[in-house]
């Protein structure tokens, strides 16, 4: 992490932000300027709208004169105020923040009036360049939501002309590269030999990523209310898409919670997680700066070189893919899906107001066979 510079003198309004911009704090709200390495620019900026702030209004802008600069902190102001209020991630926010920095410093000063689709065209050339098509994707939609929010919150009268080549990279283009990697799956094998070395915590978040195909995020965000040792089922929506889940568990899961909850550290912070590091941490969070931490990754991997499983792809999050395809062996993909906690947009999910417990049960059941069973 770079260490935070010193202000240009001591009546200098702004203070050092750990994402590496200037911040004043006004009316309850922090807003950001410039960049660590151009303190007098980030103060010209704040001096334009310092009066506006002071008053509670939002600054205007010139639609003529708004540089992409100008539209880069805009944006990233709304989206940190979404994520101070509980609407958006940290680690989302970090995201946008990535792609702003990367459009302020390619166009700099341009205003947004002069783009043309040969300027975004260059610019997903050099991208594809250096990052493979998946990465290019996403850089294009969030760009392309960075300018669409300016046009709708009239910062800009029109809107900005990218062009029909600055799209995400077509099916065909991700199929075909994700063809040239290995499988991202783990045989019945390789997972009983992980289940059987690894250490109790561990273990119940092996069993749990098999049982219900729980990922890393899911398994750090999980509820302690959400587990009964007198409960077969194990129920809470999925974090990332508010989804409710009922996990039928196996016997070798549900004890293999029981000794998680005996194992938990003493801990006092983040009291309401059902998984903490002894220092009483999530075991995945985003650092201010930016930086993701992930404590279940970082235990996998010392995990996977102690009992010799090597190659592409196979991560923890591996586990939530071969519980996807081994449960569609038993063709109901519906019930799947309720597992994992995908959303469903289909008509069905809209009129479908409970789903049968059996149909559940008998995909956490095929796995289970799969996994003691062999391959």
């Known amino acids: ?95 946008y923040d990535k792609v702003c920095e990367r459009l302020s410093n390619h166009f700099r000063t341009r205003q947004c009036r002069t783009l043309r689709p ?28 960075i300018f669409k929010w ?34 991202r799956m783990l045989s019945s094998e390789q997972l009983r030999d992980l289940i059987a070395a690894a250490r109790p915590l561990m273990r119940s978040m092996l069993l749990l990523g098999i049982n219900g195909g729980f990922g890393q995020s899911d398994l750090a965000q999980l509820p302690r209310k959400a587990f009964s040792p007198e409960s077969s089922v194990l129920q809470y929506p999925r974090p990332k898409t508010g989804i409710d889940r009922v996990i039928p568990l196996w016997g070798e899961t549900r004890e293999a919670l029981v000794v ?13 997680l059902f998984y903490v590091t002894r220092m009483g941490r999530p075991y995945v969070y985003d650092q201010e700066n930016g930086v993701h931490v992930d404590n279940i990754h970082k235990e996998f991997v010392r995990l996977k070189a102690k009992v010799g499983i090597t190659g592409e792809n196979k991560g923890f999050y591996a586990i939530r893919h071969t519980f996807q395809t081994i449960g569609e062996q038993t063709g109901d993909s519906d019930a799947v899906k309720m597992l994992m906690g ?17 149909r559940l049960e008998a995909v956490a059941n095929h796995v289970h066979d799969w996994l003691f069973s062999g391959d």
């Not at 065209?121 to 850089?139: H, I, Q, R, Y």
């Not at 009268?157 to 799209?167: E, L, N, T």
Request: with cysteine; proline share 8%; charged share 30%.
């Open 342 to 358: 995908h959303v469903d947009d289909s008509i069905s999910a809209a009129y479908r107001e409970e789903f049968c417990r059996e």
């Open 118 to 145: 040969k300027d975004f065209t260059d610019l997903k050339n050099e991208l594809a360049s250096k990052w493979g098509p998946v990465t290019v994707g996403e850089f294009i939609q969030r760009v392309r939501t």
């Open 1 to 95: 992490m770079a260490t935070k510079p010193a202000k240009p003198y001591p009546e200098f309004p702004l203070t050092p932000h750990a994402s590496g911009k200037w911040c004043v704090h006004i009316r309850r709200k922090h807003f950001y300027f410039g960049t660590w390495d151009n303190p007098q620019g980030a103060l010209e900026e704040f001096l334009k709208v310092r009066d506006y702030l002071y008053a509670g209004v939002d600054p205007p802008v010139e639609s003529d004169n708004l540089t992409v600069n100008d539209a880069c902190n805009l944006f990233y102001a709304q989206k940190k105020r979404e994520q101070e209020n509980g609407e958006l991630s940290l680690r989302a926010l970090n995201d």
């Open 150 to 183: 300016c046009h709708e919150t009239e910062h800009l009268d029109a809107p900005v002309a990218m062009g029909p080549d600055f799209r995400k990279p077509p099916r065909k283009r991700l199929r075909i590269h994700r063809s040239k990697k290995e499988k």
């Open 260 to 272: 998680a909850v005996e194992k938990r550290p003493p801990v006092t912070a983040h009291s309401d």
